[in-house]
């Protein structure tokens, strides 16, 4: 599944504050629209937004989301700082076979 990005901007709800996510959010993704759910703060500018859903097979699904953001972030830091990154060697592969000689895949 590719990952989307929509716009959020501050709404006034009542007397709360919130987000608006926009209307196409909602068309790509129907069963999301009467959930409920709580915000994981991350850092002061990233959070998740964990929905909770009917789905039986949520456990993967949130592993998936992990491993994407955590993707993204190392996109992001890439583009930001391409001087950080360094060519991978045989050396390195080398190395990563040696620590993984012994692990066992279930």
Aim: proline letters at 5%.
């Amino acid at each position: 599944m590719a990952i989307k990005s929509y716009p959020v901007t501050h709404a006034k709800i009542g007397n709360q504050d919130g987000f608006r996510l926009p209307r196409a959010f909602f068309k790509d993704y129907p069963h999301l629209a009467n959930v409920s759910g709580y915000i994981e703060v991350l850092s002061d500018n990233t959070f998740l937004l964990r929905l909770e859903t009917d789905k039986v097979d949520e456990a993967n699904e949130d592993e998936g989301i992990i491993m994407s953001l955590f993707l993204d972030f190392l996109m992001k830091d890439a583009m930001h700082n391409p001087s950080k990154l360094v060519p991978y060697t045989q050396e390195m592969s080398d190395e990563m076979d040696d620590l993984l000689a012994d692990v066992v895949i279930d």
